[in-house]
């Protein structure tokens, strides 16, 4: 019997611009749209259900990956959701029965979004799952960038005299929030989860002001990233980073985001010793918890006030000074090849 190899789910930067909904005659703009919009909406029913983290990004990058596969046309974005959750909460040992994630659906969406849904929405979600299935070729394990964020951070040594160890809780914080928001691109379909987590720990150095001075495994002449993830191309990371902040408004305020995470959750997942780590569930945080949190993690939201009809806003990303930080000249041995998207 032959070996049956699973699907590799890396695109390169021409694949992604030329998709079903591509091709479809849905403009890249409009993709991108659905897509947070997608991603948005999963996180917000994954809140209202209490369902962890975890299940909730695993639910996006199923919902990515289908539409690598179909267009939007042809599968209305949020029943497609709906049923990468109703998938998603299977894998990791989280269900929810479709008629919770129906009636949670309608709680958020409008009439006429929710008109998606057809006259009987719960058959209508589950027939999409056997479409689902064939689609992603039933590859149901899927890693995130947490777990390595986690194991990054638990390399640092800091200095517990200093106030340093609040701060990198700060960092977590940030970084966290970072890859939550990252999961409303398609950065889950071009980078593995390692090198998204040290892009989005790097970014959060960086609006922080944070220097990582010390850490476990450290040898002279490599850098934190080049230690954390072999070979790590500083462009790579840069490039991550400005395709995160590109979500943001250009003038830094607060609007609806993907997803948030509370600060409470943030110290949980620096000081757990739980490799899973991190907040137990996708709940947004309360108005009090957001007004108090630091004014950097402000520009880590996604502007839209309606499912229907985001924005399209264009952000200003921040200058990267390459004088203090000069690009490496290698890249990842699982990456290498597909350096060229940059």
């Known amino acids: 019997m032959e070996d049956q190899q699973m699907p590799c789910w890396y695109y390169e930067r021409d694949e ?5 909904s591509f091709l479809d005659h849905i403009d890249p703009e409009t993709e991108a749209r659905y897509r947070r919009e997608g991603a948005r909406f999963l996180f917000d029913v994954s809140g209202k259900l209490n369902l962890r983290y975890d299940t909730c990004a695993t639910a996006i990058v199923f919902f990515h990956r289908f539409y690598m596969f ?11 959701a709906a049923c990468c959750l109703m998938l ?11 008629r919770d994630i129906v009636k949670t659906a309608r709680m958020l969406l409008s009439d006429s979004d929710f008109a998606q849904f057809g006259n009987d929405s719960r058959e209508e979600v589950m027939a999409y799952e056997r479409v689902l299935l064939k689609t992603i070729k039933f590859d149901l394990q899927v890693t995130h960038p947490y777990s390595y964020l986690l194991q990054f951070v638990k390399r640092i040594k800091v200095d517990s005299t200093s106030g340093n160890k609040e701060k990198l809780k700060e960092l977590v914080q940030m970084s966290w929030s970072f890859i939550n928001d990252s999961l409303a691109t398609t950065l889950c379909l071009q980078w593995e989860p390692e090198i998204v987590a040290c892009a989005v720990l790097y970014l959060a150095t960086r609006m922080k002001k944070y220097t990582i001075e010390d850490w476990e495994g450290r040898q002279a002449g490599l850098r934190w990233w080049e230690s954390f993830v072999e070979n790590m191309s500083t462009e790579v990371m840069e490039d991550i980073c400005h395709k995160i902040l590109d979500l943001y408004p250009p003038d830094g305020g ?3 985001g993907v997803a948030e995470v509370t600060k409470s959750g ?3 997942a ?11 569930s996708s709940s947004t945080q309360s108005s009090s918890s957001r007004n108090a949190s630091d004014q950097m993690v402000k520009r880590a939201r996604l502007g839209s006030s309606s499912y229907s009809s985001t924005q399209e806003q264009s952000a200003r990303a921040p200058s990267f000074s390459k004088s203090s ?3 490496s000249t ?4 699982s990456y290498s090849s597909r350096t060229s998207r940059r």
């Open 88 to 98: 998603a909460g299977k894998v990791e040992e989280t269900p929810k029965k479709v």
């Open 254 to 256: 607060v609007n609806d």
């Open 266 to 268: 943030a110290a949980v």
């Open 325 to 327: 930080h000069s690009t």
């Open 16 to 20: 992604l611009l030329k998709t079903p």
């Open 330 to 333: 290698t890249t990842h041995q």
């Open 270 to 280: 620096i000081s757990s010793s739980n490799s899973a780590g991190g907040p137990t």
């Open 70 to 80: 179909h267009s939007f046309a042809a599968f209305p974005r949020y029943v497609t």
